[in-house]
């Protein structure tokens, strides 16, 4: 299996997709809920509207992004109609950055998810520990900083286990969004695992490929898990 | 091949344990049909043969599977045999016939075949795949010719270009449309249809000696040669003539674009047909349906066919022998056809139903069964295994997506067929 080529873009775009979804995941849903922190009006509005991509399935969000994404009728038409003739936009269709326009609908789905679980954590963290660096001068920003994000630690605990799983598991996003292609070139473990399992009737590299992703999520999670809950302990 | 062995002993003592009657629910004179003729015009076809079924006393059990162009059917297939319950018959096509026959499930209907004189009524090719180790297992109920090329004539003549022999012809027509800013070539870009495009390439540059060499034999000096390289290189030259929007399209988009006047030309099989004549379009007036560049003289055959599993219930048995006779009959096999745009397997049917691009293919098939011009569709998984397929498939779609050079696509093309073939 390992001297096949599709196998090659089938991990490295695993590691491309993982690493840039679950980043960006984490900084927006960060990001947005930090905004929603500041005690805004409306929030409950707009934390629904952050949240309904979740309430999508993957299936819809790959298929909406695949017409948004197109070409020929997509953004980049838009754009070009607008008058900037030049404008190209077409990761979709461009083999070395499809993988890319999955991890685009990938963070349009799950940031909101991440963004309610920071929320939550955001709010359980205790008012008087704020209070009390705000009195002792510190700003703002040091305040998110050195005491709520490193008070969001099992936060980020979850959110990095649950994004990792869907990462890792990713099929029915890429199936929709553009079928593993152009080519082959957005293909990932899960839809190479089916592909030759189901298609192609090679059970055994099949196995072989599935086997391998429960090794990487064995390889990641366990010594995390192990760190996490040990340092609990401690605690 | 071990493992192989392992899942052969599974099934057969699952089989044994079905016939000994712990899990047999067929009743008497009852079919139960596997297919994934889901979609209008197929559903209808399934439809007739249920009816003239139904006329000889038998009942129909329907079992449509949808999705995956078949993969999904084929998955609940297998689960089914496993479990030591496969259904009457079901739709199974080319090689995976064979695949079948190794599993030892299959039921042999060869006393239907001798009644009915398939011999005399199926080219020998066609025989050739209904039979497992001399035995009839299947029957074929149509054939799809996949070397077409589609084309609207109107675009043409805006753009002063004629409708192309050669490949050299192609390129010149499609310069000529490009210049009058309208796509030359519809094409989606999905793997299956890289694929399909790719075979009619090497059936127009080798012709059907090299053609057979490289998808049937899997020669490895022919997939060497110059006739593959200069294959390749047109394909490479065929990116030039796509919109940018061609990747991922389903193919039935890409023969609207024809239909529309936005495209000139689409290379597809004659299911496209379909699309044009739904659309009100007429053969040899909105539209012309040709050999695809080159391969004139010879037919790439998509055979669609239903295989049948070994029964123990003797009423069962009856129904199945019907269903084999009845697929092969003049009634059905012109229903079905003249339904799906697809033509009659057997020979020497009456002409009068079928449209010109049917008789053109009708022709063909007559004539290139004669002459050997007569192919199995490797990309529509009639003439190697679907893991050796899949292998091909794969380099082909990974060149016409990348800019790998030629050669390089060459070398990819042989170490990968050779690996896929040793590990079977």
Redesign the interface.
Known sequence: MFSLDRWDVAYTNLIKFSVCFIILCVLIGLFLAILLDQKIRVEGALRAMYLYPMALSFIVTGTVWKWILNPEFGVERIVQNLGFESFTFDWLVNPEMSIYTVVIAGIWQSSGFVMALFLAGLRGIDNQIIHAASIDGASLPTIYWRIIIPGLRPVFFSVLIILLHIAIKSFDLIIALNNAGPGYSSDVPATFMYTYSFSRGQIAIGSASATIMLMVIIAIVVPYLYSELRSEKHA | MK?KNNIQRIVKSLVLASTLGLSSVVSAGEVEVLHFWTSGGEAKSAAALKELLEAKGHQWRDFAVAG?GG?AA??VLKSRAVAGNPPTAAQVKGPSIQ?WGNEGVLANVSAVAAEGDWDNLLPSVVANVMKYEGDYVAAPVNVHRVNWLWANPAVFEQAGAALPNTWDEFFDAADKIKAAGLIPFAHG???WQ?FTVFESIVLGTGGADLYNKVFVELDEASMKSDGMKKSFEILRRLNDYT??????RDWNVATGMVIEGKAAMQVMGDWAKGEFTNAGKMPGKDFVCMAAPGTADAFTFNIDSFIFFDQSDSGARDAQNALAATIMEPEFQQVFNVAKGSIPARLNMPREPFDACALTSMDDFVKTAETGGLVPSVAHGMAA???VA?AMS?VV??F???DMSAEDAVA?YV??VM??KA?L
């Open positions: 493992s995956g993969d084929m998955t695949e870009g999905q793997p890289d919109d940018a929007g061609s990747p991922g295994y679907s893991a899949g794969d779609t990974k016409f997506n990348s990819a170490t990968n690996e896929a590990s």
